[in-house]
C-alpha cells in the first residue's frame, strides 16, 4: 500500500455507513410497521367475531386489545377501536369494527421521516349470530 492511500478505507466507511444505518433502521422500522398493521387488522377481526356472537361492545373491545398486546399498545381503547353497529335481535345483520391507532414507531426513525405521524387501521366485518 502506498503511503498516500493510507486511510482511505476509514474515509470510504465514514462516507457509506450513514446509508448503511439508514437502510437498516428503514428495514427494521418498516417491517414493525407491517407486524404492527396485521395484529391490527386481525384484533379487528377478532373483535368482530366476538360482537356478532356476544353483541356486547365493551367485550369485544376487550378481545381486540388482549388480541393486539403482544405487538400495539391502545392508549384509549374506545377512541381507537369504533364499534360500528350492535346486532339486531333475530335479524342477519353485519357488525363492522375498525381499529385506527396512530404508530410511534419501533426506533423513533420514523419521526423524522414522517413528523405528522402515521395511522395505522385495520376492519373487521362479520354476519351477526356467527
Known amino acids: 500500500m502506498r503511503k498516500s492511500d493510507r486511510g482511505a478505507e476509514v474515509v470510504e466507511f465514514a462516507l457509506l455507513a450513514p446509508i ?18 396485521a395484529t391490527i387488522a386481525g384484533a379487528a377481526r377478532e373483535a368482530a367475531r366476538d360482537m356478532a356472537i356476544h353483541n356486547n361492545p365493551d367485550q369485544a373491545r376487550m378481545v381486540a386489545v388482549n388480541a393486539a398486546v403482544p405487538v400495539v399498545v391502545f392508549a384509549n381503547p374506545t377512541e381507537e377501536i369504533g364499534i ?29 421521516v414522517a413528523p405528522t405521524g402515521v395511522t395505522l387501521g385495520g376492519k373487521g366485518v362479520m354476519r351477526c349470530g356467527g
Open 20 to 37: 448503511l444505518m439508514a437502510l437498516i433502521l428503514g428495514t427494521i422500522e418498516f417491517g414493525f410497521a407491517f407486524l404492527a398493521q
Open 84 to 112: 360500528a353497529a350492535t346486532c339486531p335481535t333475530g335479524a342477519a345483520g353485519q357488525v363492522v369494527v375498525t381499529i385506527n391507532h396512530p404508530y410511534v414507531g419501533l426506533t423513533g426513525w420514523l419521526a423524522t
